[in-house]
């Protein structure tokens, strides 16, 4: 069974920077063929897309709000996928969710429905 578990969320400040990371619990060989998103869902709104990227890293994509501001990056010798947050603002304050797809699945990075796999959430809550 697929897992993926989110870590580094906190209280940072306007214009402030967090990282976030997900490792994945598959093997290696599995985690390289396997793309990887970020969402995120604040009080009362629904889930939005953040960020994703390939098995290989080559390809990245980014929702509007974030574009500019937020990198996405893996390390595949790691399962580990990173979300590199920096000029926070309040309106980024969410609960922010590692996504998985299942392996060698490319096309559509944006929707909730391409990712069966997701992780329990970690809080990011930005102060003004």
């Known amino acids: 069974q697929v897992q993926v578990v989110e870590s580094g969320g906190g209280l940072v400040q306007t214009g402030g920077s967090l990282r976030l990371s997900c490792v994945h619990t598959a093997s290696e060989r599995t985690f390289s063929s396997t793309g990887m998103g970020w969402f995120r869902q604040a009080p009362g709104k629904e889930r939005e897309f953040v960020a994703a990227i390939n098995w290989s890293g080559g390809s990245t994509y980014y929702g509007d709000s974030v574009k500019g501001r937020f990198t996405i990056s893996r390390d595949n010798a790691k399962n580990t996928v990173y979300l590199q947050m920096n000029s926070l603002k309040p309106e980024d304050t969410a609960v922010y969710y590692c996504?998985?797809?299942?392996?060698?699945?490319?096309?559509?990075?944006?929707?909730?429905?391409?990712?069966?796999?997701w992780g329990q959430g970690t809080q990011v809550t930005v102060s003004s």
């Open positions: 996504a998985a797809r299942k392996p060698y699945h490319i096309g559509d990075e944006y929707p909730i429905t391409s990712y069966p796999y």
